[in-house]
């Protein structure tokens, strides 16, 4: 029910990444007890991989945007599928990732996650 596993699965190779900005966060970011759920969530994503002959790289940072563009770099990435998060942050970051990955050739494609309306 994810599209950017979906998407990604038409490729070769997938490099499944988390990465964590926590100061990027903003207001609405995650925090507390909701930081122990989501750490239960990417260890049974990663489980899942594993499976399935892959590993989920988490790497937390100050600067997602140059984060995933070193990513891009070292795994040989053309293509980050993404899901969109509808916060006022995360329209800005996304925009900044979308500028700074296509002048290094690289395609971010915004997918919808499984919310049930989109609050836009």
């Not at 490099?15 to 990417?42: H, N, T």
């Not at 590993?55 to 980050?80: M, P, Y």
């Not at 700074?100 to 915004?110: A, E, P, Y």
Request: contains cysteine; negative net charge.
């Amino acid at each position: 029910d994810n599209r950017c596993v979906e998407y990604g699965s038409f490729h070769s190779t997938v490099v499944p990444a988390f990465l964590w900005g926590q100061k990027e966060q903003g207001r609405w970011g995650v925090r507390g007890a909701m930081e122990v759920i989501l750490k239960d969530a990417l260890t049974s994503l990663d489980e899942s991989l594993k499976d399935n002959g892959m590993q989920l790289i988490c790497r937390s940072t100050d600067d997602s945007t140059k984060e995933l563009l070193d990513l891009c770099k070292e795994t040989g990435a053309s293509v980050v599928y993404c899901n969109i998060e509808h916060t006022p942050e995360d329209r800005a970051r996304l925009e900044q990732r979308s500028q700074v990955l296509s002048k290094s050739g690289i395609t971010l494609v915004r997918c919808n996650s499984s919310l049930l309306y989109n609050p836009a």
